[in-house]
């Protein structure tokens, strides 16, 4: 089975599905392009690779409140937020910046979501049933 | 979470779609620190940018029939009628500094624009629960006054103060207010200036503790201002919320009731010689200077009391500029109380609504700066200007000489 269902905790409603993209570092969204959805901090994994409109598997946020916000809103203006986010790691400021712009946004994922998850796999988010779906990539 | 019948129909959608999203805001942060219920906030600061996320959230609740059910003072964004006059910002910048003053009159704050509404204005009481924004007021009312407040951010703070409530967790529950970490201090710093640098000192080594300072020998109790100064650069370098000092705040009356009868896990001991290598290391190296920059936290009454002594008489550098920022309330008290003149007549200005990390100080950029606040360099400095950090007393001697 290619196929598998995990239950997870809603955080910000919504039902989404999309490629995956993972960042095992935490993320300042402020530090991405919104033009285009790339990351550009520099010496951060995902930097040069774009996170719009994919399902982006996050290991935390930093940054201030502020900043973080702003990032948030200045992408989805253009469009080019991830359409949701699994998060490892919650903190209150990527809560806000997430329920201000209204990306979904699920955590506590039963099984360590970065072991079962891989850029390019395609996943689902449904905050009604809280489960997320990810069908691994077959190129992989 | 449990919630109230009302609480569910806030969340629900019943109360209008601001109110909705203003609860969904809370219950989302209440879940993700575990709180088991929402409780009633009796005051709320809200610590409004002027950036356009910032705007776009207060927009969103307004538009969606949201209006305060507690009044929350803002902070300042920047006196956007009186400095477009004076300095340079786009059409753009001025339009989003007119819309965000009108979305906040809309869904009903006080429009204070001031950032330390601890000190006057909106000041809470021992054990009030409130939802406060602005990293050097969290402290102070944590700390100083002994009510309770998380860290909040300002789209949860205007969450707070549409809802009237908060997510129970953090600073509002006892035994998170103990503190963790002694940090004993060989001496009394002088002025507020010289608190600032302890307190940006003593941030850097805070991470997540809650810090009981003790002072080896206190001769007088600290001011207001000096408190607030400590606090404002603890959260500078670090985010402290909650601190503690021995024998003046008010859940330190003793060590033991500080630390709620616990052994602190770490201890810092800080030296004369730490502050005087943390000031040095902090300033900038002098030049000739474009700006003299005070008030951030904005200067109180009694502040500029102290700045009209010190500059009576004297005179502004014609190259320089020298603006103090502070709240319209003390600005009339300045003006009735005699000091108003005496500092305009110097060549010196005061502005209301203001902070130092906006749009309308950029025309200084490029040039070098003088201050007495940390903060005000540090959030100067990403914006690219520079800033020698000195005392009051040698930032007017800075603003006559036209250099440091």
């Known amino acids: ?140 | 979470m449990r919630l109230t019948d009302n609480e569910k129909q806030m969340l629900d959608g019943t109360h209008g779609e601001g109110v909705q999203k203003a609860m969904e805001l809370l219950v989302a942060l209440g879940k993700s620190f575990d709180a088991e219920k929402l409780i009633p906030v009796s005051r709320a600061h809200v610590a409004l940018s002027g950036q356009e996320g910032d705007t776009y959230w207060c927009q969103l609740l307004v538009d969606g029939g949201a209006h305060c059910k507690v009044i929350p003072s803002t902070n300042p964004a920047w006196d956007v009628e009186g400095l477009s006059k004076v300095y340079d910002v786009t059409k753009e910048e001025k339009e989003l500094g007119e819309r965000t003053i009108d979305v906040y009159r809309r869904i009903g704050a006080r429009l204070s624009f001031c950032c330390t509404p601890e000190l006057a204005g909106n000041v809470p009481s021992f054990g009030e629960h409130v939802a406060f924004s602005e990293s050097s007021a969290t402290p102070y009312v944590n700390a100083v006054l002994g009510a309770r407040s998380n860290r909040e951010s300002s789209c949860s703070a205007l969450a707070s103060a549409v809802t009237g409530v908060t997510p129970l967790y953090g600073y509002h529950i006892d035994e998170n207010r103990a503190g963790t970490m002694l940090v004993e201090v060989e001496h009394q710093p002088d002025e507020a200036y010289d608190w600032g640098i302890l307190g940006y000192y003593i941030g850097k080594f805070v991470g997540n503790h809650v810090p009981v300072i003790s002072f080896r020998d206190l001769h007088r109790r600290p001011s207001p201002e000096e408190l607030l100064y400590l606090g404002a650069e603890m959260a500078t370098s670090g985010c402290v919320g909650m601190y503690h000092v021995l024998g003046i705040t008010p859940e330190a009356v003793s060590r033991e009731v500080a630390f709620q009868g616990k052994t602190p896990q770490e201890i810092l001991l800080v030296t004369k010689k730490d502050i005087a290598r943390q000031e040095e290391e902090l300033s900038e190296k002098g030049g000739k200077i474009n700006l003299v920059m005070l008030g951030c936290p904005h200067y109180s009454y009694e502040q500029l009391r102290e700045l009209s002594l010190l500059i009576k008489n004297r005179r502004v550098h014609r190259d320089v500029a020298f603006w103090v920022l502070t709240s319209f309330d003390a600005i009339e008290l300045a003006r009735r109380s005699g000091d108003l003149e005496v500092i305009e007549n110097a060549g010196c200005r005061l502005v209301p609504d203001t902070c130092i990390d906006e749009p309308c100080w950029k025309s200084f950029e490029g040039g070098l700066g003088v201050t007495d606040s940390p903060k005000c360099m540090y959030y100067r400095d990403r914006r690219g200007q520079p800033f020698v950090l000195r005392r009051l007393s040698e930032c007017i001697d800075a603003a006559e000489k036209g250099e440091v």
Request: hydrophobic share 40%.
């Open chain 1, 1 to 140: 089975m290619r196929e598998k269902e995990y239950s997870c905790r809603s955080i910000v409603k919504g039902k989404v599905a999309g490629e995956a993209i993972v960042s095992k570092e935490a993320m300042c969204f402020y530090l991405c392009d919104p033009e285009t959805g790339t990351v550009i901090e520099k010496n951060h994994p995902l930097k040069g690779r774009s996170i719009a409109n994919k399902i982006l598997v996050l290991q935390s946020g930093k940054g201030s409140s502020v900043v973080q916000v702003d990032g948030f809103y200045q992408m989805s203006v253009k469009g080019n937020l991830p359409l949701g986010i699994i998060v490892g790691e919650i903190e209150p400021v990527l809560v806000s910046a997430a329920v201000v712009v209204e990306t979904p946004m699920v955590d506590r994922v039963e099984t360590d979501p970065f072991e079962i998850i891989a850029d390019g796999d395609w996943v689902e988010i449904d905050t009604d049933t809280e489960k997320i779906k990810v069908t691994k990539n077959q190129d992989s």
